[in-house]
């Protein structure tokens, strides 16, 4: 490129963390005292004549700390136990590998187990990091190491398993560079044991496609149900995942801030481990101040500790803050000096200031410099380099560092123009993002860049992004963050107003410059950059926005997370859920479903009921749903009401409003009589009527059984599926809370027998 590539020491916190923690370069700590170091010290500088834009001056590379040749300090127990917990996987699979020819004598004998390891701590303590350390092992067993992340604002599910699987199709796409026949032998493995579902994998993550050239198909669950299509999914997941882990050995998973999972992940992961044909080595990272004992994290941990059959080894790994010895011992390292009195007076007013957070520690220290508190003298004479400080000047003039976003704030704001325009842009994407989509905006939101450069100059901004430690890459065209804090930062070079109108425009230029597959596959992304502005827009983009809306609530809402309360909840009272004080944080994706359907709603005409029906059934009956899960039975009120006051909609329409209402009375009340008599009502509106008198209910089940023919295995085998929505209606109806019918024994025969009745007379 057109930038000196040498590696820059003066970004972010200089390439000194490796997402929330210190970087392991490899490195041994130096200690000596007073010398020149200036050979390991370098500063990327812009060439002018080179470059399109002039982005820095050339600076003095000879006065910057070397942030990257720290090591990992304090953990030297933690990492012992996770280099110990990889070589006990290797050790497994060589004796599997070793007791493969007597798999025919005894399945149990080759049945492969997992090893399973979750680091906690807060934000900053060094947890990413922490698991990087094996790295250098993985690969020197010939293993793989791939990453995944979840995101606060992206609470999609599958998010953080998706982002897992761009990197996953990474090492496929190398694999076919060095070695094309494992390569197609892998392809056609994953696409005869998929099958068809591999089109469910191709649909989340394109890039997939590519990676393992797969042929058209026909979208083999398009006119399925939600729950088939997730069912389906999952298996597809797990046939993916049993193909992968045979031609990737010693295949290490990581997936950074679970705090933020989903169900659905966490669901998944647990099929994984407990699948007897995958071994795998997963790690699961989280912030310990974010996860409490109701979280869903929590009671996977518990249940995994309790389980009595376990096809793993599980081991938990917390690590807080720095002590000030640690902190001393970072800053000798990093100043190149012998411990003394100075060092530790300057290590207790770092741990003071940033409570021994590594992360923190390291943001200060650069800011320190950027102030011109700590000084190279080498900038100022020939000596040799020999950094000074003033404990008095710096105790003065800082103070406790309890937000290192304003720290890294004041490091971006120094930074050339067009990097800081850039670093705005991707702060807006989530925590990673495709070099294509800022190639696509860049132009639109900054008009000062030539059309025909864009692409060049996106590219140097991001490898000078890269070089100052704000972005790391993923392949060779994804890039994520560093830390969040850092994207956080970036965002906030601006005002919260100036944001909101600025993340408009470039939700809305995405949409206009992005093919209709591209706006699918980043579909959260774009939303969220729209959510929260008030801006009027054409008719043309408010319909877009909407459909948009709309779909990303269906998306969030669509998971297995749905358990009626009826079955659920059948001890709780009215008075302890109408004020939500029960909203549990496994809900994630239901409160994003309220989010973007309550933003479709705000774009709704004021004759919605006529002039979007369809668009307005659907996004209340979402909400709805939603809230009876949230358990916020006075919101699910407000938005069931809506439905069931409209008289141009039919009762069929109005079906799943119905569910929610008598699944609320069930369940969360605690009203099993109620809702029956809600049951029964709206049952008799779509023609499937009971009898009153208790009496007559038992006559009619037991006149519906007597002389019954009863149907052979051939016969139900050859039963066309249910077509009939009414029919199908009452099924849903009878069978999702049967649980409660069983509450009142003379209704629950009736029900048994009247369900069986629709099903062998209707279809099946």
Not at 188 to 199: A, L, M, P, T, W
Not at 524 to 538: A, K, M, R, Y
Not at 542 to 563: P, Y
Request: charge should be negative; glycine fraction near 4%.
């Amino acid at each position: 490129g057109d930038y000196d590539d040498s590696g820059d020491e003066s970004g972010a916190v200089q390439k000194l963390v490796s997402s929330d923690g210190l970087r392991l370069d490899g490195e041994e700590p130096r200690r000596g005292g007073v010398h020149d170091d200036s050979a390991s010290l370098e500063v990327s500088a812009i060439t002018p004549a080179r470059s399109a834009y002039t982005l820095s001056p050339p600076v003095n590379k000879m006065d910057k700390l070397r942030f990257s040749s720290l090591g990992l300090h304090g953990r030297k127990n933690e990492i012992e136990v996770l280099r110990g917990c990889f070589d006990r996987f290797v050790t497994k699979l060589e004796e599997l590998e070793e007791s493969e020819s007597s798999f025919y004598e005894s399945d149990n004998s080759c049945d492969k187990s997992c090893e399973v390891v979750f680091i906690s701590g807060e934000s900053g303590t060094g947890k990413t990091a922490l698991a990087e350390s094996i790295k250098e092992r993985v690969a020197s067993c010939e293993g793989t190491y791939i990453t995944g992340k979840f995101d606060l604002k992206l609470r999609g599910p599958y998010f953080g398993i998706i982002s897992l699987f761009r990197e996953l199709c990474g090492e496929i796409l190398e694999l076919r560079r060095i070695n094309s026949d494992r390569y197609q032998e892998l392809c056609h493995s994953i696409i005869s044991e998929v099958g068809g579902e591999i089109v469910l994998l191709t649909n989340i993550v394109p890039v997939l496609e590519e990676a393992i050239e797969v042929p058209f198909m026909p979208d083999v669950v398009a006119d399925q149900g939600n729950k088939e299509a997730k069912e389906r999914l999952k298996y597809a997941f797990l046939q993916f995942f049993r193909v992968i882990t045979r031609y990737f050995h010693h295949l290490v998973i990581v997936l950074d801030d679970l705090q933020w999972t989903d169900a659905l992940s966490i669901e998944l992961l647990e099929m994984i481990i407990n699948n007897r044909d995958i071994s795998i080595m997963f790690i699961g990272i989280y912030r310990s101040n974010e996860v409490d004992e109701a979280h869903y994290l929590s009671k996977t941990i518990r249940d995994m500790h309790d389980a009595k059959k376990k096809r793993w080894d599980l081991t938990e790994v917390s690590i807080g803050n720095l002590d000030a010895t640690i902190c001393e011992e970072i800053l000798v390292q990093l100043l190149c000096v012998e411990p003394s009195n100075e060092t530790s007076r300057l290590a207790g007013i770092c741990h003071q200031r940033t409570a021994g957070n590594a992360f923190h520690l390291l943001a200060y220290v650069s800011m320190l410099q950027e102030q011109k508190l700590l000084v190279n003298l080498r900038s100022y004479n020939s000596q040799p380099k020999r950094w000074t400080w003033d404990p008095d000047q710096i105790e003065g003039e800082t103070t406790i560092s309890s937000n290192v976003v304003e720290l890294i704030k004041a490091t971006i704001s120094k930074q050339p123009q067009k990097l800081k325009d850039l670093l705005q842009l991707v702060s807006c994407l989530g925590t990673s993002f495709e070099r294509d989509i800022v190639i696509c905006a860049f132009p639109h939101m900054h008009d000062d860049t030539d059309p025909s450069q864009v692409g060049k100059v996106v590219d140097e901004l991001l490898s000078l992004a890269v070089r100052k430690a704000f972005l790391e890459r993923q392949g060779d065209s994804r890039y994520r963050w560093v830390h969040d804090s850092i994207q956080a930062a970036a965002m906030q070079q601006v005002s919260d107003a100036d944001i909101v109108a600025y993340k408009f425009k470039l939700g809305m230029e995405l949409i206009q410059s992005l093919e209709e597959r591209e706006v699918e596959s980043n579909l959260f992304d774009i939303v969220n950059l729209l959510l929260h502005s008030d801006e009027e827009c054409s008719e043309e983009d408010r319909a877009t926005l909407l459909s948009l809306c709309l779909k990303a609530a269906k998306v969030m809402i669509q998971n297995d997370c749905f358990v009626s309360p009826a079955s659920t909840h059948s001890n709780s009272s009215y008075s302890h859920f109408s004020i939500s004080q029960q909203k549990s944080t496994e809900l994630t994706s239901f409160d994003s479903c309220v989010i973007y359907a309550e933003k479709g709603i705000s774009l709704l005409p004021v004759e919605k009921w006529t002039q979007e029906r369809e668009v307005s059934l659907e996004l209340y009956s979402l909400l709805t749903e939603a809230y009876l899960i949230l358990v916020n039975a006075e919101k699910m009120k407000v938005y069931a009401d809506e439905v069931l006051h409209q008289s141009s909609l039919s009762e069929l329409e109005k079906v799943r409003v119905h569910i929610c209402n008598i699944s609320l009375y069930a369940g969360v009340m605690n009203k099993a009589r109620e809702a029956l008599d809600m049951s029964m009502d709206v049952l008799r509106k779509l023609g499937c009527k009971f009898p009153k008198n208790k009496l007559l209910q038992v006559r009619l089940a037991v006149s519906s059984v007597v002389g019954a023919k009863l149907p052979t295995e051939k016969d139900i085998a050859e039963l066309p599926i249910m077509d009939d929505p009414t029919k199908k209606a009452c099924m849903e109806i009878m069978v999702s809370n049967f649980s409660f019918y069983a509450t009142i024994c003379h209704t629950v025969n009736l029900v048994y027998v009247l369900t069986l009745s629709l099903s062998l007379s209707a279809a099946l």
